[in-house]
């Protein structure tokens, strides 16, 4: 049986929010998408757990109804802000950034550019620094362009047994956490900022990560409400950030080191991606992108180069397979940058 959007709509107009008016009436489903029986939505809600309970109706009417795969996912939109209190407390002063629990540091990987390999970068770090012994978890917050799921070759919906906790999925020692597994591949995500930063705080907060000693969060290109949103809500040990040579994309790293300065977050490093390319038929050496851009940048600021990844074929290829180079091939040239740059953050007690 096949589904329809309308067949949908009113079996969640069956079910009642907390405030007595159903679902859909009250606003609070969004980004319903309805494809071969799956059906996924969103439910922007104040707070989560008054919601739950319909949430968990929800999902049994629907799976009733005929539905073979139903994926809620909650987010909390932003509330106004309370008038000011006058009375002079020691308790009123905000709280800051908040440690994960069982999550001893979270590293972000950052970028002022898209296209840069970001993602890339922190696909084969996170691989590489379980190969070295660390337990790593990896969180995918490039909301509109996540691409982790291909990279790591993980498919599959993430569980929650008790409709609280999120079960992430693993792969190459990796614990890994992505909205690209809550949509299809070629589902766009279509949220504004508030819807953004509540997702981001669910992943953050609501996944069973166990016990990590380093968290790697792959972030969206840019100096948006995800970054302010991670700096200002959790504890970041340090970011790394990524460039091409190229004077476009050190124009955009420049202004992301100063976001992260502006938000007191300690900068670990610069890696430069694409740095060279070598031709597999006659050797000879190209700089596609221009030369030492990075390094010259990161010389500049005072902070560590961390690695000259080359622009190769191979890893390229290994990302798209679901097997990044340091996995595929971790003997190989490579493969060598990564790894190096892993065990840097471990000797500098950074991972």
Known sequence: MT?????VLACLKTVKAPSGVDLVEAGLVRALNVDDGAVRFVMEVDAPEPYMAAKTEAEQ?????GAKEVSVVMTAHSKPTPPPDLKPSRQAE???PQKIPSVDRIIAVASGKGGVGKSTVSANLACALAAEGRKVGLLDADVYGPSQPRMLGVSGRPQSPDGKLILPLRNYGVTMMSIGLMTNEDQAVVWRGPMLMGALQQMLNQVQWGALDVLIVDLPPGTGDVQMTLAQKAHLDGAVIVSTPQD????DARKGIDMFNQMGTPIIGMIENMSTHICSQCGHEEH???HGGVASEAEKLGL???????????IR???DGGAP????????TQAQGFRNVAKDLIKAGHA
């Open 288 to 290: 596609v992108f221009g």
């Open 3 to 7: 589904l329809s959007r309308e067949e």
């Open 94 to 96: 905000p709280a800051g």
């Open 61 to 65: 009417k629907l799976a009733e109804l």
């Open 325 to 332: 180079i340091v996995v595929s091939k971790p003997d190989s």
């Open 248 to 251: 476009v994309a050190l124009l």
């Open 317 to 319: 290829l290994a990302a």
């Open 304 to 314: 560590p180069l961390l690695a000259e990844i080359p622009l190769h074929l191979d």
